[in-house]
């Protein structure tokens, strides 16, 4: 029998491109706050990130922390009541950046003469700087309005800050 | 002189190499806008303050004169949020979102203080159309009432689908 040599000169090629991936959720944090009765800032009782692993949010006793810039949706819900005088009581969505300022996003007051009020609200705030959340309780003169199941979900918009 | 011989090439191809990665898949909201609206005692359609829409060089929403054109078919989810009261009377003070067609308008979402008092609500809904569509916030009451309206903050969302 004679003898060849061949060589097999072709390249495998690759694979074909993976398919698109899932749809892209804004991170989202939802939490629950411990009821209160006096003024103060209102403390967190939990805290859930979706997903799980996003490190958009940090958390406190007290407040979030934005990691990141960006635009952020706020949902606030829960009950004010009051129920032996009628001074007011006001519960207030604060946000303040690395410089010490302040701005009240979302106020919610139980008015003079209101007993009790479920309140729900949203809002959206654009933020260029990295900002810290909470919620702030007030009451007036000697009101024994307390507040209860306030809970506040944010989440963050998939739209880079622009001025 | 060349021998006419079968040979069999007895081998497995290999796994060709994993392909790039795929693209991003699209992200949960395409296109969202939002508007605060001045507060007020007076009926008629509320009066945009400062909207803003993101992506900023979206087509899908046109804003012209406090009314909203949703420029592309598919879904959308719209959210109303606000504090409606009234002292004096009782008259059913109604903040509704109004949906164009073809130049009929109608309520597509009703929002009513019966009983003198006040609320702070928020309202969702989702839309799906296949045309353009103008939105609009209406207040309505009668002349005896003095319902107001604060706080009110709207926004529309774009879903890819």
Same mark, same amino acid.
């Given at each position: 029998?004679?003898?060849?040599?061949?060589?097999l000169?072709? %390249?495998?090629?690759?694979?074909?491109t993976?398919p698109?991936?899932?749809?892209?959720?804004?991170?989202?944090?939802?939490?629950?706050?411990?009821?209160?009765?006096?003024?103060?800032?209102?403390? %967190?009782?939990?805290?859930t990130?979706f997903?799980?692993?996003?490190?958009?949010y940090?958390? &406190?006793?007290?407040?979030?922390?934005f990691?990141?810039?960006?635009?952020?949706?706020?949902?606030?819900?829960?009950r004010?009541?009051?129920?032996t &005088?009628? @001074?007011?009581?006001?519960?207030?969505? $604060?946000?303040? @950046?690395?410089?010490g300022?302040?701005?009240n996003?979302?106020?919610?007051? *139980?008015?003079?003469?209101?007993r009790?009020?479920?309140?729900s609200?949203?809002k959206?705030?654009?933020?260029?700087?990295?900002?810290t959340?909470?919620? /702030?309780f007030?009451? @007036?003169?000697?009101?024994?309005?307390?507040?209860?199941?306030?809970?506040?979900?944010?989440?963050? *918009?998939?739209?880079?800050?622009?001025? | 002189?060349?021998?006419n011989?079968?040979y069999?090439?007895?081998?497995?191809?290999? %796994?060709?190499?994993?392909g790039?990665?795929?693209?991003?898949?699209?992200?949960?909201?395409?296109?969202?806008?939002?508007?605060?609206?001045?507060?007020?005692?007076?009926?008629?359609?509320?009066?945009?303050?400062?909207p803003?829409k993101?992506?900023?060089?979206?087509?899908i929403f046109?804003?012209?004169n406090?009314?909203i054109?949703?420029?592309e078919?598919?879904c959308?989810?719209?959210a109303?949020?606000?504090?409606?009261?009234?002292?004096?009377?009782?008259?059913?003070a109604?903040?509704?979102?109004?949906?164009? /067609? @073809?130049? &009929?308008?109608?309520?597509?979402?009703?929002? &009513?203080?019966?009983n003198?008092?006040? %609320?702070?609500?928020?309202?969702?809904?989702?839309l799906?159309?296949?045309?353009?569509?103008n939105?609009?916030?209406?207040? $309505?009451?009668?002349?005896s009432?003095?319902?107001s *309206?604060?706080?009110?903050?709207?926004?529309i969302?774009?879903?890819?689908?």
């Open positions: 029998m004679e003898e060849h040599d061949y060589c000169d072709f %390249i495998i090629p690759s694979g074909e993976g698109t991936g899932p749809i892209v959720h804004a991170p989202k944090i939802f939490v629950s706050y411990h009821n209160a009765t006096t003024a103060q800032n209102l403390t %967190i009782s939990s805290a990130i997903p799980s692993n996003s490190n958009i940090t958390i &406190t006793n007290e407040s979030i922390q990691t990141e810039t960006g635009y952020f949706e706020f949902f606030i819900s829960g004010l009541k009051e129920t &005088t009628a @001074n007011g009581a006001t519960l207030k969505l $604060r946000t303040r @950046n690395t410089s300022i302040s701005n996003l979302i106020t919610v007051q *139980l008015q003079q003469g209101a009790e009020t479920y309140f609200q949203i959206i705030g654009q933020y260029g700087t990295l900002q959340v909470m919620l /702030v007030e009451k @007036n003169g000697n009101s024994d309005a307390s507040i209860e199941a306030v809970t506040l979900q944010i989440q963050r *918009l998939p739209f880079p800050y622009s001025k | 002189m060349q021998s011989s079968e069999i090439l007895d081998f497995v191809l290999p %796994i060709g190499e994993t790039p990665t795929g693209p991003t898949g699209p992200a949960g909201i395409s296109a969202i806008m939002y508007t605060d609206f001045a507060n007020t005692s007076t009926a008629g359609i509320l009066q945009t303050s400062s803003k993101l992506p900023n060089n979206t087509n046109l804003i012209n406090n009314r054109t949703l420029n078919s598919g959308y989810e719209l109303i949020s606000g504090r409606l009261r009234e002292t004096l009377s009782s008259t059913n109604v903040l509704a979102i109004q949906i164009e /067609v @073809n130049g &009929t308008q109608s309520d597509f979402l009703e929002i &009513t203080l019966q003198v008092g006040e %609320i702070y609500f928020v309202q969702q809904k989702m799906s159309i296949t045309t353009p569509q939105v609009s916030v209406i207040f $309505r009451k009668t002349s009432s003095d319902a *309206l604060e706080n009110v903050f709207f926004d969302k774009k879903f890819p689908y």
